[in-house]
């Protein structure tokens, strides 16, 4: 089977970056304007072929650009729900579902029958965990199809209790009226960017131990190829460096997303939460939040959520 495009092994843990590059610039072709056809000739014209030596078409693009592994990403097998799996990208996850949700994107080989769309968890990535047994939660549809997050008891191997689960839309409205409180508040800007200086040092530190890794992993080269190291702990040696890389990657990209956020010149902070793209709401979330903590309805059919959630508040303003 050959290897995905942009990717340097079949596991996809690590990337080729001048295939990554090239990926990149179709992508910002087709926002852009163009038509997948159009950027297929472009990345023919330019001298790139795919990994069997193929030129491209709209179509061997297309079923690139249709891969969630591409931005990091997975379907869950029972929900078909897209969900991170840490390892590294060729694009970001919005720009993915940009292109899986773009009606005028001529030449994708998606399928045409119907499916529910993709709905974007604002509270993911660890944010928010069970109250219960402190997995973290994550997003997840009911058997009726409305969206949840619920604490999974068997999700890659980090078992749950599997016990508390809670409507999305509800959980993400009484967090943001939570948010939106501490916003009104007096020194609320200043103590937003000591947060957010807090989150780039972290980031910082993040880089620095991805670095170690992935010069750790480099370094299991040479005794393997003189004999001092046997396949077996080559192995074992690099799946332990893998982990810990997609790890602090998944990590980076949390922080990333709190450093990120545009605050400079927002006056008012609440009425431009009731504007702000999802990517930004989100970023305002992490610097303000550190963990939201879910516990168990009292009752089945219960859909109060003011008592089942308990906000962890990063900033010295919402402590």
Known sequence: MPR???????????????????????VGRIRAGQSQAEAAAWMTAEGHRGTMGGEWTSMTLGRLLDNPAIAGL????????????GRE?????????????????RGSIRSIEPREDDYEYLLSEGLTECGDCGQHMAGSRTDAGSPSYRCQSNFE?????GKVR????????????????????????????????????????????????????????????????????????????????????????YLEQGVDVPLGGVEDLARWWEHAPFASKRGLVLLLVKKIQVRPARAR?????????????RTALAA
């Open 4 to 26: 995905l495009y942009g990717f340097d092994n079949q596991t996809r843990t690590r990337v080729r970056a001048p295939e990554r590059q090239v990926v990149r610039e179709a």
């Open 74 to 85: 997975e379907r869950d097998p029972d929900t078909n729900e897209l969900r991170e799996t």
């Open 89 to 105: 990208a060729l694009i970001t996850p919005e720009e993915f579902r940009w292109l899986q949700q773009r009606p005028g994107r």
């Open 157 to 161: 191997g980090r078992g749950g209790c």
């Open 166 to 253: 809670i409507n999305a839309p509800r959980l993400e409205d009484h967090v943001g009226e939570c948010v939106l409180g501490e916003l009104s508040r007096p020194g609320a800007q200043a103590a937003l960017e000591a947060a957010r200086e807090a989150m780039a040092a972290e980031a910082q530190q993040a880089v620095v131990r991805i670095a170690a890794l992935e010069g750790a992993r480099a370094e299991l080269v040479g005794p393997y190829a003189e004999g001092q190291l046997s396949r077996g702990t080559l192995v074992a040696a690099d799946r332990r460096i893998g982990r810990d890389l997609r790890a602090e990657r998944a990590r980076l990209r």
């Open 301 to 313: 059919g219960v859909r109060d959520v003011d008592d089942r959630v308990n906000l962890v508040w």
